[in-house]
T-cell receptor, first 117, second 111 residues
Framework: GAVVSQHPSRVICKSGTSVKIECRSL??????MFWYRQFPKQSLMLMAT?????????EQGVEKDKFLINHASLTLSTLTVTSAHPEDSSFYIC?????????????FGNGTRLTVT | QKEVEQNSGPLSVPEGAIASLNCTYS??????FFWYRQYSGKSPELIMF????GDKEDGRFTAQLNKASQYVSLLIRDSQPSDSATYLC???????????FGAGTRLFVKA
């Protein structure tokens, strides 16, 4: 089955620093990847859609200058949290669809737990 | 109205019983429906998906879809303590691009 690898799994950083999270599709090509965020006991919230070779599409309320997304190849998307603050502490999860069909399910990476002190 | 609604639970069932998880959605044009299981601190893992009205069975799991009622459910037969997790209903709406998740239902299976 489709495997999505995400690194790092856990990161602790100081307020004001930037953190980069990588998301790779290991055995398939993903022209589109999706970045979600999940706060404790809440559901997954779509942050942005990462498009290979073009700009990401951000959901309403998500600051594009704070959450930089780069999708430079068909197997790699990165999310950089710039100038992180404690309120950015959350569980960030990337996902990708194996096929281009509308009904292809999402496969998730293992997530990155970000703690900003 | 939320796009995808689930009862947050917790839903508690004894081991061996049938667990029934329900989900409603607001976008009548939705085409694809997914059930994910999420253990605490982990990312979601796909259980099954359904696209057509009716039932779809996969092992101990049965997904049921009723597009007229905008309702999708997941039945877990012979529930096991290892099934204790949060179950997320996800819907892909009109256009078939974004996948929207419900808040999830917490399931406890008592040994």
């Amino acid at each position: 089955g489709a495997v999505v690898s995400q690194h790092p799994s856990r990161v602790i950083c100081k307020s004001g620093t930037s953190v980069k999270i990588e998301c790779r599709s290991l055995d398939f090509q993903a022209t589109t990847m999706f970045w979600y965020r999940q706060f404790p006991k809440q559901s997954l919230m779509l942050m942005a859609t990462s498009n290979e070779g073009s700009k990401a599409t951000y959901e309403q309320g998500v600051e594009k200058d704070k959450f930089l997304i780069n999708h430079a190849s068909l197997t790699l998307s990165t999310l950089t949290v710039t100038s992180a603050h404690p309120e950015d502490s959350s569980f960030y999860i990337c996902s990708a669809r194996e096929g281009a069909l509308y009904n292809s399910p999402l496969h998730f990476g293992n997530g990155t737990r970000l703690t900003v002190t | 109205q939320k796009e995808v609604e689930q009862n947050s639970g917790p839903l508690s069932v004894p081991e061996g019983a049938i667990a029934s998880l329900n989900c409603t959605y607001s976008d009548r044009g939705s085409q694809s429906f997914f059930w994910y299981r999420q253990y605490s601190g982990k990312s979601p893992e796909l259980i099954m998906f359904i696209y057509s009205n009716g039932d779809k069975e996969d092992g101990r799991f049965t997904a049921q879809l009723n597009k007229a009622s905008q309702y999708v459910s997941l039945l877990i037969r012979d529930s096991q303590p290892s099934d204790s997790a949060t179950y997320l209903c996800a819907v892909r709406g009109t256009g078939g691009f974004k996948t929207i998740f419900g808040a999830g239902t917490r399931l406890f299976v008592k040994a």
